[in-house]
């Protein structure tokens, strides 16, 4: 009986942990609960929504090579109201969730 309970201990605070430990979502299935809406599902902002507030087309080369990750990742974390209003997704995504969302608006280069 006490072997089991030794090994059932050291189970059950494993359980416990990884149950606590948050999943990152995919990149796709991020993209297209939260950033759709604005720059289309093909990325290039032609969605009423995206034309209103002047959302980036994501598919511009010439973006691409002026922007950096880091910028991406803080536009996403953060927003931007500068060119557009872009609402921050820091309450609602990980930096871990973000981290791949900007390798998938990478991916979107046309």
């Known amino acids: 009986m006490r072997t089991l309970a030794i090994l059932?201990?050291?189970?059950?605070f494993l359980l416990t942990w990884a149950s606590s430990v948050p999943t990152a979502r995919p990149a796709p299935q991020l993209y297209r609960r939260y950033c759709v809406s604005c720059h289309g599902s093909d990325g290039k902002a032609k969605?009423?929504?995206g034309r209103?507030?002047?959302a980036r087309d994501?598919?511009?080369p010439?973006?691409?090579a002026d922007v950096s990750d880091e910028r991406i990742?803080?536009?996403i974390m953060n927003g931007r109201d500068i060119s557009g209003n872009m609402p921050s997704f820091a309450n609602k995504m990980n930096e871990k969730e973000v981290e791949?969302?900007?390798?998938?608006?990478?991916?979107?280069?046309?």
């Open 8 to 12: 059932y201990v050291p189970f059950f």
């Open 47 to 49: 969605t009423s929504k």
């Open 52 to 54: 209103f507030s002047h």
């Open 58 to 60: 994501l598919t511009d």
């Open 62 to 64: 010439q973006w691409h």
């Open 73 to 75: 990742f803080n536009s």
């Open 100 to 110: 791949s969302l900007v390798t998938f608006v990478r991916g979107l280069k046309g």
